[in-house]
């Protein structure tokens, strides 16, 4: 019987997602092979695989780890559809396939178990992110899913903590990266990210609204531009803006940045304006800023326009009267964190890769974290049986048992909050931006044998 798939492409060229087209959002690969594991019927065997960091991103002391909450949802609604497995029958790719594989597919749920660093924890290269411990079908299918969500997220939050650590406590961060974020679907879990790693809001009403936040904006050029050109001045626009949202933070560098704002000044001087804040999106930042507030002293002025976290360290340095900083490019784009995830053990069986560069550490394994005056002094990399000193903390946590999450998600605000208690317990030196260096991380002596025996096995 041919079966004509639902999203053909000829009568549905558009390329949307929904939660239920999740287990087909993976590489083909992962399909294939729990194909071939269930031909070889050894898919049911018992599987670890690590999600880790080889080598974090140029310049990068540490990673803020996130994602996590979507990882373990996807996990749960992990299912495949009559359609979507007619779908894949219908592309001759798995003509080979025995009738169990579909058996699979038709019967499929998450059954591992998940060990996990809580979101906002601080890991260094090498550290895993995450463990699932599965049947082997299950634990291989998932690799693309959950790379793409947690090598994203960790990427957005750490450049979150690294600029609010930067601009302090004080200044009003916001995220103003949606139209430069890789898709729609990313633009969402940047958002969330970049709040959990410290920033205050974002400009993405649908992700703010979602994660129970306030959305926060300014306004754009083609507001005052359009306005002005139909009202007669800039003076005008603002004046019209003002009408629907009283005090405002207004855009001021459409035309003459210091003009527009001696006129604010003068309204608000004389009690004709109420004003929260001007935007500066262009020009010399530095210069602008100490003219703008020399002229409105009591008003908060926001700085945006590809910033990141040197450029207001630069400002900073250079005595920028600037309060607030919208960050969007280059918070949701750059270098990428270049997770890997790869089998550690196999039916009790270690097992290691010893590619040239690509090598891996064999076994289950814990980060245990010393700390001293709390600060983080050292993590040593060991198997699950290490007993951890008195001054260590076993980092990762068994938060998925047997495919039942064993606590709900957690509130956006405690994962901001390690964020910033996660990035003030480590050493200045590791949160620097130029040259930073990574707090010391041992492998333990089990490991170290381990690795040893395995590679005795391998050779």
């Known amino acids: 019987m041919t079966t004509i798939p639902i999203w053909d492409v000829q009568q549905t060229p558009e390329l949307n997602i929904s939660a239920a087209d999740y287990s087909l959002l993976t590489d083909l690969y992962q399909l294939t092979m729990a194909a071939c594991y269930t031909g070889e019927g050894v898919e049911q065997r018992r599987a670890s695989f690590e999600l880790f960091v080889r080598r974090s991103p140029e310049g990068f002391g540490y990673l803020i780890a996130m994602g996590l909450t979507q990882a373990l949802e996807y996990l749960e609604k992990l299912r495949f559809s009559s ?18 594989f579909w058996s699979l597919l038709a019967e499929a749920r998450f059954t591992g178990d998940v060990w996990a ?21 299950q634990a291989q299918l998932v690799e693309t899913y959950l790379l793409n969500t947690l090598n994203y997220q960790t990427l957005v939050a750490t450049r979150a903590a690294r600029l609010r650590d930067i601009a302090g406590e004080q200044a009003t961060l916001l995220e103003f990266g949606t139209r430069r974020a890789f898709s729609p679907q990313a633009s969402l879990w940047a958002a969330r990210a970049a709040l959990a790693g410290g920033l205050d809001a974002t400009s993405n009403v649908l992700a703010a609204l979602q994660l129970g936040q306030q959305p926060s904006g300014t306004m754009a050029h083609a507001l005052v531009m359009a306005l002005s050109a139909m009202e007669g001045s800039e003076e005008q626009a603002f004046s ?29 001087n004389t009690g004709k304006m109420e004003l929260s804040g001007v935007r500066l999106d262009s020009g010399d930042l530095v210069s602008l800023s100490k003219q703008v507030r020399s002229l409105l002293p009591k008003v908060s002025i926001f700085a945006s326009g590809d ?26 784009t750059g270098s990428p964190v270049n997770g890997v995830y790869k089998l550690v053990e196999i039916d009790d069986i270690p097992v290691m890769k010893k590619s040239s560069g690509k090598a891996t550490y064999p076994g289950r394994k814990q980060i245990f974290r010393s700390y001293g005056g709390g600060q983080v002094q050292a993590d040593r990399l060991g198997l699950i049986t290490d007993t951890p000193l008195i001054t260590e903390k076993p980092l990762l946590q ?16 405690a994962i901001r909050q390690r964020t910033a208690a996660s990035v003030a317990s480590l050493p200045e030196q590791t949160k620097r931006l130029d040259n930073p260096v990574p707090i010391p991380i041992e492998i333990s002596a089990a490991l170290q044998n381990l690795t040893e025996v395995t590679l005795q096995r391998l050779n």
């Open 117 to 137: 660093v809580p979101e906002g924890a601080a890991v260094f290269a090498n550290e895993p992110l995450l463990r699932v411990e599965a049947p082997l079908w």
């Open 398 to 413: 068994l938060v998925v048992k047997e495919g039942q999450r064993l606590q709900p998600p957690e509130k956006l605000s």
């Open 307 to 332: 910033l990141d976290e040197w450029e207001i360290a630069k400002l900073q340095a250079a005595g920028a009267e600037i309060d607030g900083y919208g960050l969007g490019t280059k918070l949701v």
């Open 240 to 268: 019209a803006f003002h009408r629907y949202f009283p005090g405002a933070p207004l855009l001021i560098d459409t035309y003459d940045t210091v003009a527009a704002a001696q006129h604010l000044a003068e309204k608000v």
């Open 83 to 100: 359609e979507q497995i007619a779908a894949l029958q219908a592309t001759g790719i798995f003509a080979h396939a025995g009738e169990r």
